[in-house]
């Protein structure tokens, strides 16, 4: 082994024995620098995420928070929402919701997507939830990350530009045929004063028994022109363009109404067997409103209450829960045009066989005014109860209301100061109260 | 002068020395310790000792007894896949030159990959090895002080010698308790292996100042304190034993040694003999050997074993090998050649490889192989 080796190489000046003091220096050279890359790109995403306005959580497959970002923080103002359920901290319930984007997309590992109404610190928020599968490429572990975009606004933008619509259409509609059944409205009633006042001449001429008779019909004559030009007046007030402007507006009055705008519609045979008890309010429940505005809160509910006896559809904004007892499907759709609906004012005039009820309540109290409408019906079945409100929600088949009745009608009771809410039991009918403040004395 | 360079590890010397093992270890970044010994250390109670202290101290360790007296290179690939499979860091070698070199070439292979013959020669090492912390216990090897380590290579029926400051362990703890419990065999070959380290690196051609004190000192303290040391195990004797074989490790390691030391290998490789009991058979042969050239350093050595005395130097000189001769006999070990080998016929293979073993450079006499072969026939 000498051949190559020389004195100097045992000596060894230039060798030392070898540390690892260069290698790890280079070690932590290049741990340093992986640090600050894997820095530079947490700030990144962290930017990013931050950027994103809607609210993200990460779900694990238990639906158990493993991350949020700050709008989720903005938005519930929970302070530690790590490892707590997902439907714990929206729903305050113990079990998962049966909608849930995130359970179905972790069944079929595909985005999933779902609108939902959350009732978060007082107040209803509707949100777009699109869920989305993604998977741990170290541990193989599945997550659900979880966007949910508040289009609460946006669906009430929605709602009142559908309603604007609607209520241009028929303010257009109104003036028409206000216009148009004025005209011989106008004649009618003056010919049949005319033929009034010619009939006293006839006194003693003709036989008493026709002149009474001619007497009658002008009179009547001149009552259902009167009876006319109040429908008229009512579907001009109806629709008159929205306004703000509030002015004092007494409850029995849009009850009385609404109910003469409904009277034709009740005349179908389907509603034979309703009846509609409408019990005034002894001292006049007045309040500063817009009276439009109110009266269409009140056919809202009186439609939607009439649609809870129609078995061949939900209400708006109600689930269909099956006919319930008594509902007018089971009677026979051929039988006579007996009226059994009693659109009365203080009701009582009831007979044996009317099995459907409507209710209608003008009430006053120390500090609010309102009313109650409450039906015998089918009932909402709980899941619907908090998305009721809610623009767009309908269980109607196509055609019969986008859903936007209840949620116009939550819109102009909020802007009046007011409160709308329901009670409701399946097979037992449901209640709205709508409570207005009462003006300063 | 020529430029010369003095390294040695770090040394803890004491009676007791052996207890600061653990914090040393972990100083070095120990949590899994490889422990290498061999089965004589075992039986001894050494080796359970080393092992109490560090579970003691929440060290966990693995144990490598694999270790023959010249240890081979398949004992090293062996303990360096032991190394990586149990994932250990600090190496610890306890015993005399087979276990520390064994622990030397499984920090080459675990520091450097490859195959332990790829690194003979001076200066091949190129790779960081795994701290090494080392227990001698034999008051005699050096190799706990030195850059060198001699592996047999099997197939070659050769040791290899490999040099490299890498080699030099991180800490040497020197506890001369341990010597107590040696066999009078085993004192008497390390003794007499220390003392042909000191007298082969004072002639070395790589002498220097630092290394002659460090000789000069370490044959004075073996002379003195052997026959005490082998007749009453006297404690102080065994001390300074281990001191003579350190400062002897000192000299040799920085100074190279001689062709006693080739001739040694070469029997090592192909005979497997005891180290140590090749030198009182060598000794006095390789000094007459040298004596042309090395009048001054020799006579300076025979003060030391006939005492000073009024004479020339080369009087001087002959006496002492004289006496070294006698005093070899005297201890009852082999002087002769041939009452360690079967048969005179290896000799010329013996001579032709010794001429190649890198002691061979450093010799103060140039040797051709036919040399190597006269001072084997002369010692026979």
Known sequence: MTQGTSLDDLIGIEHSKLGFFQELRQTIEQLKAAHRDSERNRLEIEAILDGITDLMMVLSKDLRIIAVNHVFYDILGVRDPEGRYCYEIFRHQDHPCPECPAHRSFVTDEVCRETSIFRINGRKLQFEMVASPIKDPATQDRQILIFKRDVTLEKEFQAKFHQAEKMATVGMLAAGVAHEVNNPLTAIHGFAEGILRRVERLRGIVDPEMHADLADYAGTILGECGRCQEIVHSLLTFSRPHSSEFSPVNLNVVVGDTLKLLHNHLKQPKYRRVRIDARLCPTAPVVLACEAQLKQVMLNLLVNALDAFDGSAGPEGKGQAGPPKGDTGSVDGDAPDGVEYLPTVNGGRGRNGVEAVITVTPFRDGRHAGFVVRDTGSGIPPEHLDSLFEPFFTTKPVGRGIGIGLSTCYTIVTEHGGDIRVESRVGEGSTFTVTLPLPPE | ?380
């Open chain 2, 1 to 380: 002068m020529r430029i010369t360079k003095f390294a040695i590890p770090e040394i803890i010397f004491g009676h007791g020395s052996l207890d600061h093992l653990a914090p040393c270890a972990r100083r070095l970044g120990a949590s899994r310790v490889l422990l290498v010994s061999d089965k004589g250390l075992e039986s001894s109670g050494w080796v359970e000792r080393v092992m109490d202290i560090l579970s003691g101290n929440g060290l966990e360790w693995v144990y490598f007894a694999d270790c023959s007296s010249n240890p081979r290179d398949h004992q090293v690939h062996e303990g360096a896949q032991i190394y990586r499979e149990e994932r250990a860091d600090v190496v610890i070698a306890l015993g005399g030159g087979s276990p520390m070199d064994t622990a030397k070439g499984i920090g080459t292979i675990v520091g450097n990959g490859g195959r332990i013959s790829d690194y003979e020669g001076a200066n091949k090492i190129m790779r960081p090895l795994p701290p090494m912390i080392f227990l001698p216990t034999t008051a005699g090897s050096g190799s706990d002080i030195s850059q060198f380590c001699i592996i047999t290579d099997v197939e070659r029926r050769l040791k290899m010698s490999i040099i490299s400051r890498s080699l030099v362990p991180n800490v040497s703890i020197i506890d001369p308790q341990v010597l107590l419990t040696k066999s009078e065999e085993l004192i008497i070959a390390s003794a007499i292996d220390a003392f042909a380290h000191a007298v082969e690196s004072y002639l070395s051609l790589l002498a220097s100042p630092f290394t002659d004190h460090q000789a000069l000192r370490a044959m004075e303290l073996i002379m003195a304190n052997l026959m005490p040391a082998v007749e009453r195990r006297d404690p102080h004797a065994l001390e300074q034993l281990s001191i003579a074989s350190t400062a002897a490790g000192m000299s040799f390691s920085n100074a190279g040694l001689g062709i006693g030391h080739s001739l040694a290998h070469s029997l090592g490789g192909m005979f497997d003999v005891l180290h140590g009991l090749v030198h009182p058979v060598l000794l006095p042969h390789v000094m007459r050997y040298n004596l042309p050239v090395s009048v001054d350093r020799l006579a300076a050595i025979g003060r030391i074993v006939v005492g000073p005395r009024v004479a020339s130097a080369e009087s001087i000189a002959r006496a002492g090998i004289e006496r070294l001769g006698e005093f070899f006999a005297g201890l009852g070990v082999p002087v002769r050649l041939g009452q360690l080998l079967p048969d005179r016929s290896a000799l010329e293979t013996i001579a032709r490889t010794a001429v190649h073993d890198a002691c061979t450079l450093t010799n103060p006499r140039a040797v051709t192989w036919q040399d190597l072969l006269t001072i084997c026939e002369e010692a026979w």
